[in-house]
């Protein structure tokens, strides 16, 4: 079964925000411990990848359980919400989890991540933090976590973020957004990148800037 996919509205902060998700299941399984989450909310969007621990239909259970907390909560601040699934995993097998919410009214983005879901930030314009790195805490949502920093940055128009699981190889940071579409970027990652095993699943996320 391939991950749900939340569609972002037509109008409204959220449509700010372009994004494309590319994944596959363990030898072609049914079902995938991956799951992307993208949610629209007052001031802009909240997008998520959650990897449950293993694969197969338990994980997939632990990914559903995060994504109940997005969809009830979009607008809290990440590292609110990363408790809040925590609380909720704990009797799932638990799950890695990394969450970034973008607020487009300020044109930022808050980021958190627990486990080793990459995260990227690719900026549009070249210069000398062209790239940011996700700063990830060990530990795992539903068992155990870390103190908890959230880490806000600033984004401007036709900057990426990027979110993979360990089914990606961690070679696809090598990989520059250039003019190709946020889906035809999860795509050719998945393509270029994806192990044989292991789930895996890679979420694409672009800023467009503040509205004109």
Known sequence: MAPTVTSAPSS??????????????????????????????????????????????????????AARI????????????????????????????????????AGSVEWVGVGNVEGILIRGEAGPRARES??????VVGSRIPPLRAVTLRVDAGDTLIFATDGIGRQFVTTLPDDRSPQDLADDILRDHGKDTDDALVLVVRYRGAPP
């Open 12 to 65: 409204g902060p959220g449509a700010r925000i372009d994004w494309g998700v590319a994944g596959c299941a363990l030898g072609g399984a049914e079902v995938s411990g991956d799951l992307h989450m993208v949610v629209a909310h007052a001031s802009g969007m909240l997008v998520g990848v959650a990897d449950g621990l293993g694969h197969g239909a338990e994980a997939a259970v632990a990914a559903q359980a």
């Open 70 to 105: 997005f969809a009830s909560h979009p607008g809290l601040p990440v590292d609110q919400l990363m408790v809040l699934c925590h609380e909720a995993l704990r009797r799932t097998r638990g799950a890695v989890l990394s969450i970034a919410s973008f607020d487009i009214t």
């Open 134 to 139: 996700l700063l990830l805490r060990g530990g």
